[in-house]
């Protein structure tokens, strides 16, 4: 299995690190804001150096690149990508969606991660070439070509990208079968899973999309920034059953996205 090594490691650290933020939900632990008023704990950077001191010792020519401020230059053409705890805000008001999603860039491609919800039993992971896996079973997205068959996950109403498309947005959301927005992350989860079919997130950085990307695509799934890039570094992102890509760029079409 190509990245056999590599997706190894990403699981078992993902595992450790969700059960060590566990430990300190369990205790109990205070938030500070981030200049981008995202609240950030000591469990974030907790996880996150567990996280970057073990890839550290097994691939020290690698790069490092973490939400918690971890930056480290590659010397290999290969960086890892980290958030420690997806969805701090659910984690510290005990809501079940938080996530540790860690991912590995190679020469500007996802070619493996690892996404784990510790409270809701979820661990995905996947290779370039490899396929989507959880447990023993291999991950596929929905055959779903309607809206009105389909389940539409978005994450942040509120948010700010959601704006250059504000107007038409409520009569697009209509036309789907049902809408569920749980958490991003955990959202992407359920597409590369079959079990919802549009996910979109109108504001988020590459930590919160490098592990997704290749779940999503290595299931089969359509993956892109909504400018219809093949990027995590666009600011936002959507991923879809190929078949309703259509109907996404419908919405996103005639946006004025900066």
């Known amino acids: 299995m190509a990245f056999e090594r590599e997706v190894e490691l990403a699981k078992l650290l993902a595992q450790e690190a969700g059960a060590l933020a566990i430990d300190y939900q ?38 490092l690149l973490g939400e918690e401020g971890t930056r480290r230059q590659s010397r290999s053409g290969r ?8 969805g701090t805000r659910d984690f510290l008001r005990g809501i079940p969606l938080w996530t540790v999603l860690i991912g590995l ?6 070619v493996a991660g690892a ?19 959880s ?14 068959d389909a389940v539409l996950s978005f994450n942040g109403f509120n948010k700010a990208g959601v704006a250059p498309f504000a107007s038409r947005f409520l009569p ?14 955990v ?18 950085s590459p930590w919160d999309f490098a592990a997704l990307k290749i779940l999503i695509e290595e299931a089969g799934g359509y993956f892109a ?20 890509k259509p109907t996404v760029e419908e919405l996103l079409r005639q946006a004025e996205l900066s």
């Open 135 to 148: 447990s023993d079973s291999q991950l596929r997205v929905s055959d779903k070509s309607d809206p009105k």
């Open 105 to 110: 860039e190679q020469d500007g491609d996802i």
């Open 225 to 244: 920034s909504f400018r219809g890039e093949n990027t995590i570094y666009g600011g936002n992102a959507y991923g879809c059953a190929p078949s309703l």
């Open 79 to 86: 960086k890892w990508i980290i958030d420690p705890i997806d």
């Open 115 to 133: 996404a784990h919800c510790p409270r809701q039993g979820f661990l995905l992971w996947a290779a370039r070439g490899e396929g989507a896996w």
């Open 26 to 63: 369990r205790r109990g632990v205070e938030a500070e804001m981030k200049p981008d008023e995202s609240p950030v704990t000591a469990a974030d950077r907790a996880c996150e150096k567990l996280i970057v001191d073990r890839i550290s010792l097994e691939f020290p020519e690698d790069g």
């Open 172 to 185: 697009w959301v209509q036309r789907f079968w049902a809408v569920r927005s749980m958490g991003g992350a």
């Open 187 to 204: 959202d992407a989860m359920l597409l590369a899973q079959g079990r919802s079919d549009v996910w979109m997130e109108p504001n988020g």
